[in-house]
């Protein structure tokens, strides 16, 4: 960072997650860190913006796959719009769900749960 405020300028491009946005129960802990890194980015935004240098955050709101709604070549050109907006109007945030994808969280086949444990009640036990 101290030779892109030496240079005035300079691009830094945080991969988010639709999660920080809209937080899935099975996936608690990755929310609240995509979360802790959505603050993060916006808040390099507004100190770094004086000094020549855009932060933005991009929340990926599903799953990257080829040939979908989250193509990841797709997705490559939201960041390179980013780096290329003139700093008068740089967004601090792009969040990237395209048009009929679901904005709770975009998983047609429902992979998310190979991977998850059902949640289970337990009762509480008195001490």
Known sequence: MPSMKAAGRGTILFTGGGLAL????EWATLAAGKAALRSL???????????GIHVAVVAVA???????PFDPDRIA????????QPLAHAQRELVHLPEGADPFYNDPSARHR???EPIVAQPLLDS
Request: charged letters at 25%.
């Open 62 to 68: 599903g799953i990257v796959e080829p040939e979908g």
């Open 22 to 25: 809209e937080p899935y129960p």
């Open 41 to 51: 980015g916006l808040g390099l935004h507004k100190q770094l913006l004086p000094w």
């Open 114 to 116: 190979d991977v998850s």
């Open 77 to 84: 050109d939201q960041y390179w719009r980013l780096h290329r």
